[in-house]
């Protein structure tokens, strides 16, 4: 399947140009589906150790907190300037951190004109692979597109409109100079803020091998390793959000991205089950109004 990136009116990149509508290549093939629910109470000491101490190694733990606490819900918002257009995407729903599974709602803005409606996109989110349903562009009604983020020049960090809630804590793995800014409230829970930078080639090494893979291919395709952080991390040392700035050069300006994750609802049944090959649609997309792509 060729896919072309999409472009907003004025010559601007925007996320959903990036390929919720964007650029991609995506194959055929799938894996299995996954379930779990949460004991968290059983998981809080193990999420807890390294709240407190040096702020680095706090937020490099994130990730494995995650992971032992299971499952979460999950609301994100990703914000695209470039060529003086800026758009947002918003996405909302659930993640497995254990299996690195996760289903969100993806709903793109409207078009810079304010005159087009977008129906929601379902994303289902797995190590290596990005699922996306209702994507528009020619793709039949029921089918999904398949994308193998270990070859997106960002690793699914800017493509999908939706940073991998796991990759977004992994990345976190690695951050340099990590200062602890202090303690404020979420949703009417205490989190103590850090702010720092991180390096997305000490990430990768660093980072699961589930995710490594993605993590690897974006330090190859941004302009620059350095990705800047606000993490919030709870008093069980849960990452409640972090929002990552990003520099992304695809075709055109360079586009200034700012993703953010917010994580609550922890230990919630997850259930994410990946489509069969014969529902992955491998055809030729339209390039919004312009048509088809040529091969």
Known sequence: MVVRQHRCKGGALAVCALAVVGVMVAGTGCSGGGEAGGD?????????????GDPAAVVHRAADALAAAGTAETRTSMETAAG?????????GAYDFRRQLGRIKVVLPKDVAGADEHRPITELLAPGA??????GAGVPDGKWVRI????LADGNLVTGGVTDPMAAAELLRGAG???YVGRTELAGVPVRHY?????LGRAALAASPSSRGALAAAAKGFSTDAVSFD?????????RKVRHRFSFAAEGPTAAVVSTMLLYGFGVPVTVELPPGADIYTGRI???RSGPESP
């Open 231 to 239: 993490a919030y991390l709870d008093d069980d040392g849960l990452l």
């Open 195 to 199: 702010r720092g930078t991180s390096d």
């Open 40 to 52: 968290v109470a059983g998981q809080r000491a193990v999420a807890g150790k390294g709240v407190a």
């Open 177 to 179: 100079k990590v200062v």
């Open 148 to 151: 193998d983020t270990t070859t």
């Open 84 to 92: 003086g257009t800026r758009v947002t995407v918003r996405g909302q």
């Open 130 to 135: 990005l699922y996306m349903k209702d994507r």
């Open 286 to 288: 339209q390039q919004g």
